[in-house]
């Protein structure tokens, strides 16, 4: 068998590792038209900023570790220019000579990967405008920095360039980003991205948002970005992330089958359209886990996965990926924010009902030192509870529940099933109701009618909203149009209600709204407590 792997990184060279420990007698050749063979994409903005102090901690592995653990060909700086798939051979280029020349294959793992979108602006070209991929990259745009950058723009405000902005923000260095669209982080719905805003303007970093560049010009010892909105920032460095696409130019050339967005279709078995080639990593088409509909994300977990399955059944062993939830993190500054499964704005462009749900809780036990709050939404089917996804946003803690949520998805379990997921409890590391718990717990109770909830987005016209809290908290912000009637004193204040209208009620994160509805329902009021309380409404409203 001889095996030939285009791409190293995440899926190329996981496949490779995979295929020497299933086969000793295998010709493998691993081709990487970089230098380094292995890095890690994940870390290049910390080593930016000083985190990450050596360069070489970026190494996943090397060339020669390759070599010698397991008795791989490795080809750096070759790049694989044709694939011919009648004769079943390559076309490569030696990067560093120039010379070409064919290898044959039995069978071809591709694992390219997906470069920076590069959008047809004017003066993209300028040595002050770069994107980041790779080691190179990020070689250049440090030293940039250690040269002295007193203002960096980001345009993009996706994982990478947030990430980037930290740690430029670490470096003092003062920061704009630009955004197309109207929030941060687009893959998450737009409220739950409220407070990484706040996070970012509170280091000074300036966020144009609904904007976008449309030029660069040469200005002194830097550049000068023209946006849509007729702004203009002068800048040192000005990196472009808006996001990318799969290095998909040997699949389609070859006249393999690629998906309306690039990316390279793929069977469960990450097997392309020609029984002999296969492909995994950021250039792939795979299929949703939770919606069942083709999708393309470029995450490394996915990645080495894919790289693997597909060195599975290239030696016989029929493994399949079972698609993908797309669960992701990102911290900025002393904020976390994670998701998994689908979004409310994914899930309506699909048109498919979902109920939804937001809980207010500490990451641990409150009376214990040191416990800071969150945000988490849960979005579940209806009809079965079928938990569809969850997003998160706080401080510590908003890890763990995002992994115990994406492995309730993987598991198709419901939001009838985290009420009862035991987890571990001391009061340093949770609560006797774990976050995940009490989401249940609220997500059940609608779905069982105990207590009817309306959306923010949504509140009725003509209802009457009472506030439950304290005056205090009422005087210190409130819905408007909202009457005050604290908790402790509703029952005896039930005239004041008309019982001829319908009722929403509300109080800071939910719990007290719940117990008012509880009260009102059994008087026999139509009422609907406000999903996630006063500060969900903030989080619409800020």
């Known amino acids: 068998m001889k095996l030939l792997i285009v791409g190293g990184v995440a899926g190329g060279a996981s496949a490779a590792a995979r295929a020497r420990r299933l086969s000793e007698d295998a010709h493998i050749v691993l081709f990487e038209r970089g230098p380094d063979v292995s890095f890690a994409n994940c870390g290049l903005p910390y080593y930016v900023g000083g985190v990450i102090a050596e360069r070489g901690k970026l190494l996943v592995t090397t060339a020669e570790k390759l070599r010698s653990w397991f008795h791989l060909d490795v080809r750096t700086q070759s790049s694989v220019e044709a694939i011919d798939r009648k004769n079943k051979t390559v076309r490569v280029r030696e990067l560093a000579t120039g010379r070409e020349y064919e290898e044959k294959y039995d069978k071809l793992i591709l694992a390219p990967g997906a470069a920076p979108l590069r959008p047809p602006i004017p003066g993209l070209d300028l040595p002050a405008v770069m994107t980041l991929r790779n080691l190179g990259d990020v070689d250049r745009i440090k030293a940039r920095v250690d040269a002295g950058v007193k203002h960096a723009v980001v345009v993009g405000a996706g994982f990478i360039g947030l990430e980037l902005i930290e740690n430029f923000v670490h470096r003092g260095i003062k920061t704009t980003v630009v955004e197309l669209q109207d929030q941060v982080l687009p893959p998450l719905d737009k409220e739950m991205t409220t407070p990484i805003v706040a996070a970012l303007e509170s280091r000074g970093v300036t966020v144009l948002l609904g904007d976008s560049a449309e030029g660069f010009d040469a200005a002194g010892d830097g550049v000068s970005v023209r946006l849509k909105s007729g702004k203009k920032l002068d800048a040192q460095l000005v990196i472009l992330g808006v996001g990318v696409r799969p290095e998909n130019k040997l699949a389609v050339d070859a006249g393999l089958d690629c ?47 894919q790289g693997r399955i597909a060195a599975d059944n290239v030696f016989g062993r029929p493994t399949k990926f079972r698609g993908t939830q797309g669960t992701s993190i990102v911290g900025i500054f002393d904020r976390t924010a994670a998701s998994t499964g689908m979004s409310e704005k994914m ?18 036990a409150g009376y214990y030192p040191g416990a800071e709050g969150m945000t988490l939404k849960v979005l579940f089917d209806p009809i079965t509870g079928r938990v569809l996804g969850a997003q998160a946003v706080g401080g510590q803690g908003v890890d763990k529940r995002i992994d115990v949520i994406a492995m309730a998805i993987q598991a198709k379990m419901t ?79 039930l005239s004041e209600i008309p019982a001829d209208r319908q009722t929403v009620v509300y109080c800071q994160v939910g719990m007290r709204g719940y117990l008012a509805t509880r009260i009102l329902l059994q008087h026999g009021r139509t009422v609907h407590n406000i999903g996630g309380g006063y500060r969900t409404w903030l989080l619409y409203n800020t």
């Not at 899930?347 to 990451?363: E, Q, V």
């Not at 609608?446 to 809290?469: C, F, K, M, W």
């Open 259 to 305: 998906g309306p967005r690039g990316g390279i279709r793929v069977s469960e078995h990450m097997q392309t359209s020609d029984p002999d080639i296969y492909a995994a990593g950021d250039a792939v088409e795979i299929v949703d886990f939770v919606s069942g509909d083709p999708t393309q994300v470029p995450l490394a977990g996915p990645a080495n996965r």
């Open 347 to 364: 899930l309506r462009r699909a048109n498919r009902s979902f109920r939804k749900i937001y809980i207010h809780p500490a990451h641990h």
């Open 415 to 493: 939001v009838f099933d985290l009420e009862e997921a035991e987890l571990a409890y001391a009061p340093q590391f949770g609560s006797a109701k774990d976050p995940v718990n009490m989401a249940g717990f609220v997500a059940s109770g609608l779905l069982r009618g105990d207590h009817p909830q309306v959306d923010v987005e949504s509140l009725p016209g003509d209802a009457t909203i009472v506030d439950v809290r304290t005056p205090a908290e009422f005087a210190a912000g409130h819905i408007p149009g909202a009457v005050n009637i604290p908790l402790d004193e509703l029952r005896a204040r």
